[in-house]
């Protein structure tokens, strides 16, 4: 199987090695020369241009920062679907907008390319574990055609219809996530100031009805005052201003999530916005008067 691998953060970057460590044949593009160097050593092989993807690979998966970077990339004259050959197919797994998404299916459809939305849930080192859940959509039988490269992926492919729902579900997930970050921030907090170890509190929401695989695996950060970044406080700040965006465009009442987005974007004024999204706990205990559990500099 050759598989194309087209922008190498942390998530392509992640992606790119687990397909190698199948047995794939990856052809690899980043608009930046370190992480291609990096895959290249790793035995990825390098693509000059986006239109040389295409020339090992058939099937090429993308993960983009944002909707800017998925139409810088995907769209007009120079740009990946540009030089795609008919019957080709890609794979979209970036978190972006139902908007953008539509856009690039346009431009699929025209040049005759399968186009699977497969955003993800999971950072990192959930990919690489191989416990990545993908949330999929677009015509059945381009998913069923892109299913065996789905699965190398990771083990949970749940298809949630045609069109952009898998853009949709993608922000819904991400809007929970983020509420369900704020809410553990202040009963941390709250916990502290009533002299409640943090253990004590991680542990009884684990056995609590509140339970959640999420729960699970932030508890030992938490534990640890470890804030380094499986997703930023400014990603989760992009995903719920999308989410805002989607819910405004059928009129959906998104109340809380905007409340949620107001607090995110607190805390990244305070400086907190490139650090894991749990870092809310040091913005809520600035607005305690409690000592913060990293510096703040906003």
Same mark, same amino acid.
């Given at each position: ?6 922008? =190498? ?18 052809? #690899? ?19 000059? *241009?986006?239109? %040389? ?11 983009? &920062?944002?909707? +800017? ?10 740009? @990946?679907?540009?030089?795609?050959? $008919?019957? #080709? ?17 346009? /431009? ?20 690489? #574990? ?6 999929? /959509? ?17 083990? +949970?492919?749940?298809?949630?219809? !045609? ?16 509420? +369900?970050?704020?809410? =553990? ?15 004590? @509190? @991680?542990?009884?929401?684990?056995? /609590? %009805?509140?339970?959640? !695989?999420?729960?699970?695996?932030? %508890? !030992?950060? @938490?534990?640890?005052? *470890? ?11 992009? *995903? ?20 949620? %987005? $107001?607090?995110?974007? $607190? ?11 749990? &870092? ?9 008067? $409690?000592?913060?559990?990293? !510096?703040?500099?906003?």
């Amino acid at each position: 199987m050759n598989v194309g691998v087209v922008g =190498l953060g942390k998530m392509g970057s992640a992606l790119a090695r687990r397909l190698l460590a199948r047995g794939v044949t990856v052809v #690899a593009w980043n608009r930046s020369a370190g992480a291609l160097e990096r895959l290249a050593a790793e035995g990825a092989l390098p693509a000059p *241009d986006l239109s %040389a993807v295409w020339t090992t690979a058939t099937t090429v998966c993308t993960f983009l &920062a944002d909707d +800017t970077a998925v139409a810088n990339v995907l769209l007009g004259p120079g740009g @990946l679907l540009a030089a795609a050959a $008919r019957g #080709a197919t890609l794979v979209e797994l970036s978190t972006v907008s139902p908007g953008v998404s539509a856009a690039v299916a346009d /431009s699929a459809r025209a040049r005759g390319v399968r186009y699977v939305r497969a955003p993800v849930s999971g950072n990192p080192e959930v990919l690489a #574990a191989g416990n990545l859940s993908l949330i999929v /959509s677009g015509e059945e039988t381009d998913v069923e055609a892109a299913r065996p490269l789905l699965e190398l992926i990771g083990p +949970t492919v749940i298809y949630v219809g !045609p069109g952009e729902a898998a853009r949709v579900v993608k922000l819904a997930v991400n809007a929970l996530l983020a509420g +369900t970050a704020a809410l =553990l921030a202040e009963v941390v907090v709250l916990a502290e100031a009533w002299d409640i170890d943090r253990s004590v @509190l @991680l542990t009884v929401l684990q056995r /609590s %009805a509140i339970a959640s !695989p999420f729960l699970g695996y932030k %508890a !030992p950060a @938490l534990l640890a005052h *470890d804030y380094r970044a499986t997703f930023t406080l400014a990603m989760a700040l992009k *995903d719920l201003g999308l989410a805002h965006d989607a819910a405004e465009a059928v009129s959906a009442p998104m109340a809380v999530t905007d409340l949620v %987005a $107001r607090e995110i974007r $607190r805390g990244c004024d305070e400086g907190l916005g490139d650090l894991d999204f749990m &870092a809310l706990v040091a913005y809520v205990q600035q607005l305690a008067g $409690r000592t913060p559990d990293v !510096p703040m500099h906003g």
